[in-house]
């Protein structure tokens, strides 16, 4: 059985040695990398081969890759690199690790090409100024058949273990068994749909009730399906910490009877959380755990993949003990791991790191994408960047004298927009090209300071930040299109007048839909996809993406949803709703006490409500969410849904406590929900709704009342966890009275008018 390595991979496992070497070197995006190889190949002649494809053996290694270009007429291979700043700053090690790829591809050309020698280039390409450095050597195919064998003889250990691994594993998960008594009512089918989606190799969307376990129900049968599949990587991403900790639950579960073949399930964490020196740079001069990273890497890795398990603690456990960095180590040991659990960004992102492994090296993915209707603000959020006056004007003030002219000049583009503004709020259909002409020139001036004044602390927080902010602006300016807005506003704050440029992402698919595509399964799910066309059309799923809707495991019966639609919501209403809303929650606690949360649309609608049900009814128990709270605060909140426990937790609908949180039984048994959810009605939303129209021709449904109503649904999900739950939900409002509303509502929902209950009771 041939072991499949991709030249990159392997030389990076061979040949990559000395320290971690972050340094302010930006690397250019996935696109621009694109874009400069496409600069340097129609540099060449017309004999020149591009992407060149080649593959040899050894023993029962399989090697292949793909040369960046080959020019016959110089008996040249090339291999194209491209950069931002000063070459010179360059780490050796990434240089010798450039020459170690090439001289591989080398000799499998010459293979191909029956060549007794060859012409090896390093073309190095600098993205801002397009300028080519060309480096090269001479090598005999002798000699580069040695340099082959030898690189391959030191992979070929570790594939031999990989390959016994990966057979162990396979076999492992065909004997897989569920690891409960039964399927929860609901399961089996939602198992069903995912394991016929990674069988037939597309997309699915799933809509699942809470309740039913559908983080097992998801990863089961996707783990039955791999070795059928071929599948190397299962990639569960997740919006929430929380979600982290249940797939990690979830999956030691699942592994528990694995004990032959154990999975390796890799968790990656954000930067901030784990990196031991916040306060140095990542380099060997600065860092202790950068220092020789490369070398102390392999006892490492061996170490930690004798574990199943590489949580957060467990990797940072390993890499201490390896004097070695925990975050780099993670990343590491993704491209070894069977499950690897992550936020959406490590898929989603514009420089998503999962999506680049795959990438370049080839790998067959399951992605399960949890709780997916956050997806879509959260993508936005990725695809949106903003620029602001008062932090440029700041820095213009303190930054050295020879970054001032560039500022300036970005400055004064800055102040030309805003003459021809008329209003507070504006929006463009045209980028202005003079100031990102302005914004590039201060890129590279900036570049070039932090290159040359590079020491062993971070550069200026400040000026990083600026730059980031307007790489980004700038990267984002090149995709520039009907998915997104830019938008032009200005305020006052504290007096002194300040204004934004944004580039505001609105539809996220154009950018989503290719990391759909690299994926042979892309399992949707989360209790809230409906209606189905609108992730189709947001997220860039293919419009035939089938969607699935699992019947829920409850009865109508175990769930009262009670219509009060004699109270508006409205804003201009609001003045006259916070009485009769407070008298709702106090006389329903009063004939049924318990644990019941309150859901507003703002937190100043909430304070209003509570402050009047405090003063009507003062003896019942009351906590309330605050802005900001921290996770220790919210654990607090969470703590008063005790057993024995009663009382009312006041909530914002769409924060922290509106989805993700378990509460069964007795812990929660009702909810008052007194909004619809919708966005706030601004300048801003009512410019996407313009742009959701424009696109789809549902403006309004799109940008207000389909986000609005998944809030709700989450926020009632909270209330029926467990097939004994029972519980009440109010839905406070009278458009929930409408049936273009009510159809978008769980089916299994009875809904009755509040007043009918009432009268029910007196009789």
């Known amino acids: ?49 591009s992407e060149v494809s080649l593959s040899g053996e050894f023993k029962h290694l399989k090697i292949r890759g793909r040369a960046d270009g080959y020019d016959p007429s110089l ?58 450095t060309v480096l090269t050597e001479t090598w005999t195919a002798t000699s580069l058949k040695e340099h082959f064998e030898i690189q391959c003889s030191l992979f070929l250990d570790w594939a031999d273990q990989e390959l016994r691994h990966r057979a162990q594993r396979d076999r492992a998960l065909d004997a897989l068994s569920f690891p409960h008594t ?40 996707l783990l039955k399906a791999m070795p059928c599949r071929s599948l190397d990587k299962i990639f569960f991403l997740t919006a929430k910490t929380s979600g982290r900790h249940v797939a990690l639950h979830a999956l030691e579960a699942l592994g528990a009877s694995l004990t032959k073949a154990p999975l390796r399930i890799v968790e990656l964490i954000a930067r901030e959380k784990a990196c031991e020196h916040l306060d140095k740079a990542c380099h060997g001069e600065s860092c202790p755990l950068a220092n020789g990273f490369y070398n102390r890497l392999p006892a490492a890795r061996e170490a930690a993949l004798q574990q199943a398990m590489l949580s957060q603690k467990s990797v940072r456990d390993v890499a201490l003990a390896h004097s070695i960095c925990p975050y780099y180590l993670g990343h590491d040991l993704a491209r070894w791991a069977d499950v690897i659990v992550g936020d959406y960004n490590y898929f989603f992102d514009s420089n998503a790191m999962l999506l680049g492994m795959t990438s370049v090296y080839e790998w067959r993915v399951g992605v399960l994408v949890d709780e997916a ?91 990083q930040a600026f730059y980031f902010d307007a790489l980004q602006f700038t990267r984002l300016a090149e995709t520039f299109g009907p998915h997104s807005l830019f938008e032009l506003h200005r305020y006052e704050r504290a007096g002194r007048m300040n204004s934004t440029l944004c580039i505001r992402n609105v ?26 066309h609108f992730y189709r059309d947001t997220l860039g799923l293919p419009g035939n993406t089938p969607w699935v809707d699992i019947p829920a495991p409850f009865t109508s019966e175990q769930l009262s949803v009670r219509l009060v639609d004699h109270i508006s919501t409205r804003y201009q209403d609001r003045v006259h709703s916070v009485q009769p809303i407070s008298q709702l929650i106090g006389q329903h606690y009063l004939a049924r006490p318990g644990n019941y949360l309150a859901f507003f649309s703002s937190f100043d609608y909430l304070q209003q409500v509570a402050d009047a049900f405090v003063k009507d009814y ?44 378990d509460l069964p039984g007795s812990r929660l048994v009702g909810a008052f929900i007194a909004t619809l959810g919708l966005p706030q009605l601004n300048p801003v939303n009512e410019q996407i709704k313009r742009r959701m129209t424009m696109t789809f021709g549902q403006g309004y449904d799109y940008t207000y009342l389909f986000p609005g109503l998944q809030k709700v649904i989450q926020a009632a999900g909270r209330v029926i966890r467990t097939p004994t739950d029972n519980g009440v939900v109010y839905l406070i409002d009278d458009r929930f009275g409408r049936a273009d509303i009510q159809r978008l509502l769980p089916a299994w929902w009875r809904i009755e008018h509040y007043e009918h209950v009432k009268e029910k009771r007196l009789v």
């Open 507 to 532: 539809i996220p698919a154009p950018f989503l839909k290719t990391r759909f595509q690299s994926a042979k399964t892309a399992i949707v799910f989360s209790a809230t996809l409906n209606p189905p």
């Open 75 to 132: 008996n040249q291979l090339e291999e194209i690199k491209t950069y931002r700043g000063d070459l010179a700053r360059m780490p050796t090690n990434h240089r010798a690790l450039h020459w170690a790829q090439v001289k591989m591809y080398g000799w499998l050309q010459c293979q191909r090409l029956g060549l007794k020698e060859i012409r090896l280039a390093l073309v190095y390409f600098e993205i801002t100024s397009q300028k080519e």
């Open 618 to 661: 003062p003896a019942i128990p009351c906590w309330i969410q605050s802005r900001r709270m921290d996770e220790s605060a919210r654990a607090d909140f969470l703590a008063r849904f005790t057993v024995d426990g009663c009382g009312i937790g006041f909530a914002v609908l769409g924060g922290s406590f509106g989805e993700g949180v």
């Open 182 to 221: 039964d399927f929860r009512l609901g399961q089996r089918p939602l198992a069903e749909a995912v394991y016929k989606a990674a069988y037939t190799e597309c997309s699915i969307l799933i809509q699942a009730p809470t309740g039913i376990g559908k983080t097992v129900g998801t990863l089961f049968p």
């Open 1 to 49: 059985m041939h072991y499949v390595v991709a030249v990159r991979a392997l030389c990076e496992f061979t040949a990559k040695r000395g320290d971690l070497d972050l340094r302010f070197t930006p690397s250019p995006t996935a696109q621009e990398g694109i874009v400069g190889h496409q600069v340097v190949t129609s540099r060449r002649g017309e004999d020149y081969h």
């Open 373 to 463: 209707h956050n997806l879509l603000e959260r993508a936005r959020s990725m695809y949106t960047v903003m620029l602001e006056r008062s932090r440029l004007d700041n820095l213009r003030k303190s930054v050295p004298s020879v970054l001032k002219k560039p500022l300036d000049r970005v400055s004064r583009c800055w102040s030309g927009l805003l003459k021809e503004q008329e209003h507070i709020y504006t929006v463009r259909d045209e980028l202005p090209g003079k100031l990102l002409m302005a914004l590039q020139q201060s890129l590279s001036a900036i570049n070039d300071h932090f290159n040359e004044t590079l020491s062993d602390t971070q550069p200026d927080a400040d000026l």
